[in-house]
């Protein structure tokens, strides 16, 4: 079952306390493309500059992710400068070079057009419309945002929401969307306006999900080295969708096991800077830490 997804390729500068990375890949399709690529092949849609180099298109290669729909552009590839603060839980955007990103216009390849599922990575709800109308009707469609498109293209959101079946946002944006502090009113407020399925994600305090089985609550992994956050939300959303791919239907269980799945590989994410953790990681290391999620949380019958 295959995978489109539309979004980021970006070079990213980040700043951590405990060190800095210069213009390493970083984006939200290939964080997002990498991660659900490990369960699902993956149509990747995006736009790179004449900068975006071998080195970077060979985190991609070797791995069943399709890169016809990546654009290659004259100009420059999206550049994104973050700082994190000392607890790494908050983050302040420093520059965005949107660059060739300026211009996208997403075209869906043929082949892609019957995805069973499609991502809707972080870009303007306008352009996640048009991508919503070049192919036909995927079985998922799930869809990230961010209070940028929150507070500027409302109407614009409120019509791409109404075609989403999963959404995946954090807390603050939940408020934000809603109008309500209260998280389980935001959550109702949301599902109302078309996601029957809601994913709030909490940073290292883990995730809270909404669908029509009920709630379902998923702590953080506890990490004793967390070096990067950057990406660990499409990393989450890689791997929750990615599982998803696999299962056969959208019933509790298999959303309770794709969201400890999107937080497993997020906990890895989160370990090195840029892709690096990811690009390493074996289907071994993914199953083990699996199965330490499961003992975190179980408290009955061990
Ligand atoms: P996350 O940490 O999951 O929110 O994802 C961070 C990634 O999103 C970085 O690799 C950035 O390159 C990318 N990014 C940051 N700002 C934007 C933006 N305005 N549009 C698209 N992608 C962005």
Request: proline share 3%; hydrophobic share 45%; net charge negative.
């Amino acid at each position: 079952m295959s995978i489109l997804v539309v979004g980021s390729v970006a070079y990213d500068t980040v700043e951590t306390p405990f060190g800095k990375a210069e213009s390493v890949l970083g984006g939200s399709a290939s964080f997002f493309s990498v991660a659900a690529a490990l369960f699902a092949p993956v149509n990747l849609v995006g736009i790179v500059g004449s900068d975006f180099g071998e080195k970077q298109l060979d985190a991609f290669r070797g791995r069943s992710i399709d890169l016809e729909g990546l654009e290659r552009a004259e100009g420059k590839t999206f550049h994104w400068q973050g700082r994190y603060s000392y607890d790494l839980n908050s983050r302040d955007t420093i520059r965005t070079d949107l660059n060739v990103f300026e211009f996208f216009k997403p075209r869906i390849p043929a082949n892609y057009r019957r995805s069973e599922i499609v991502f809707l990575g972080n870009i303007d709800p306008v352009l996640q419309l048009e991508v919503l109308e070049q192919v036909a009707k995927p079985r998922i469609v799930a869809c990230d945002t961010m209070n940028f498109w929150i507070s500027g293209k409302l109407a614009a959101l409120e019509k791409t929401l109404a075609r989403v079946d999963v959404l995946l946002i954090n807390d603050a944006e939940a408020r934000q969307l809603s109008g309500e502090w209260n998280i389980v009113k935001a959550a109702r407020v949301i599902r109302a306006m078309g996601p029957r399925t809601l994913v709030i994600k909490k940073g290292e305090h883990g995730v809270l999900m909404f669908s029509e089985h009920g709630a379902f609550a998923a702590p953080g992994y506890p990490l004793e080295s967390v070096f990067d956050p950057t990406g660990a939300g499409d990393t989450f959303a890689g791997g929750f969708i990615g599982h998803l791919a696999g299962a056969e239907s959208e019933n509790d269980q298999n959303l309770r096991r794709a969201v400890i799945m999107g937080s497993t590989l997020a906990s890895f994410c989160v370990e090195a800077f840029s892709l690096d953790r990811l690009l390493t990681l074996t289907r071994r290391e993914i199953d083990e830490r699996f199965l330490h999620f499961k003992r975190l949380t179980h408290f009955e019958n061990l």
